[in-house]
């Protein structure tokens, strides 16, 4: 049978991409190289009776447009929230809580002009927020030659994004321009004094991002982490019931029940593509599936690179392409635990509520930059960051009971090694490290420790296709961003060869768990088709 639309690779944002198409009456292939559907948001049983999202754990960003539209509550997913954000064990014996109604009178505790200016930073950096989330289900204004009817049109989008900006004020406006362009780190400098409230709301802008938060577009990264929302509460984040694969296994019975033929352990080989159009893939088995458009929901390098004859595509483009930036300093563990950590800050085994947070360890921001230089001259930072969550604290189905399972989302490694060694050979020291590196705060942390799955860069790269471990399919810098994501000229999800587009996160609005990719993509597809610009398969 020839397909509408084969789509490459069934993360999240190729299950979305392939629902719409679906809904719309095209008939859809989703091919991916794992077993399981969902790429870097998947749950995995890692030790006998442990479960646990393997890479991506926490959701806010998710678009609850698609969650309705997919109706995935329908298929499965229920979401819940922490009871406080953030707990933030500190240096000197000290602890920071965020969220739940308290951060003001904690904050008060290390600086009362600090707990008096929260609450206008929260009203401004929502302002901007909801300029930035109202965009994101949008194909952003793209930048064309040639035919100036679509210059118009592309203008006219321009406008509207140009008319909320402009609706915010001049006041906030000056915001607005920080959070695209300053450091994380002078943002919040400029408006707190105390270390521990700058690290907590600055962990935000590192995740994902090698970089120091006082370099400059880091405070992109903070805001790209606030404009989610769980069950209509904006800016909170909470975790789905059975961990991230339960998001993609709804979306993928979403998917099926509109007819999506999804194809497990495919591995895509190559683009097949005649006379500038991209008309089908072969797979690593020789199988070759035709379609009339590819839609690739994996890493735009491993695309335009890997799969795509390099005759095919624009020197220029291919030459941008090999210098997309790609690669964050993360590192990722999951622990089997038979017991809750016991914090000196805050003594306890028994289930608390900072037990349910995302407990970050990186008490100031110099912290995290001196993070970052580590990890640029030896490999990993000597004293790393790291964001401890428990989610079976808030979801029995994924631990024995009594007993725990923990992600440990670790901040900043190098994705190459500066020595030019591999990341397998120092696995298992790094994994020491930061199991140490909470043990400093809990320590029953390292002898409750009974399993434990590591993730170096090279382990999501060789897992989940994750370019040099990078968890956003390439950075979220100003170069990289919005009419410049993946390209500017290509920011409509169209690449240079005609019917084939990029539908994941190396797409406007870029990483996260958000499904919109996806979905702008399939807008985007279902147009062509539309505007016969792509004819549907026979
Ligand atoms: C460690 C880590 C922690 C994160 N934490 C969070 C978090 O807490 N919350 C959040 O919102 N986001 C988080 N993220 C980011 C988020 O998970 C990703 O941005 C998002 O899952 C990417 O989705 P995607 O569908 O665009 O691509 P992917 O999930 O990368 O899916 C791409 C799929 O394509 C497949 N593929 C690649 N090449 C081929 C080929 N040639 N043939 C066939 N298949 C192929 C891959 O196997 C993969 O399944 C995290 C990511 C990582 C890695």
Redesign the pocket.
Known sequence: MMHDVVI?????????CSAYLAMAGFKVVV????PV??????TEEFSPGFSN??????????NPKIIRDLDLAAHGLRIVERPISNFLPLDDGGFLKVGGGQTKREVAKFSVRDADRLDDYQTRLAAVADVLRASVLETPPNVVEGSPLTAIAELIKAGRIGNRIRALGLDLQRDFLDLFAASGGDFLDGWFESAPIKAAFGFDCV??NYASPYTPGSAYVLLHHCF?EVNGKKGV?GHAIGG?GAITQAMAKAAVSYGVDIRLS????RVIVENGHAVGVE??KGETIRAAAVA????PK?LYL??VDALALPEGFRRRMENWRCG?G?F?MNVALSELPDFTALPGRALAEHHAAGIIIAPSLAYMEQAYFDARTFGWSRRPIVELVIPSTLDDTLAPRGQHVASL?CQHVAPKLPDGSSWDEHRETVADLMIETVNNHAPNFRRSVLARQI?SPLD?ER????IG?????GSLDLRQMFSARPMLGHADYRGPIKGLYL????AHP?????GA??HNAAREILRDFRRKRVARAR
């Open positions: 490459i690779g069934g993360g999240h944002n190729g299950l979305v091919l991916d190289q794992r559907v969902g790429g870097a948001a998947v999202s393997v890479a991506s754990y926490a959701v806010s960003l998710l995740v994902g989610g984040w991230m495919t591995r895509v080989h797979t690593d690739a929901g994996i890493n491993l890997d799969l964050s993360t990722r989302f993730l999501l897992t989940f296709g994750l471990g990078d968890i956003f399919h539908c994941g996160s190396g870029g990483g996260g768990v958000t990719p996806g």
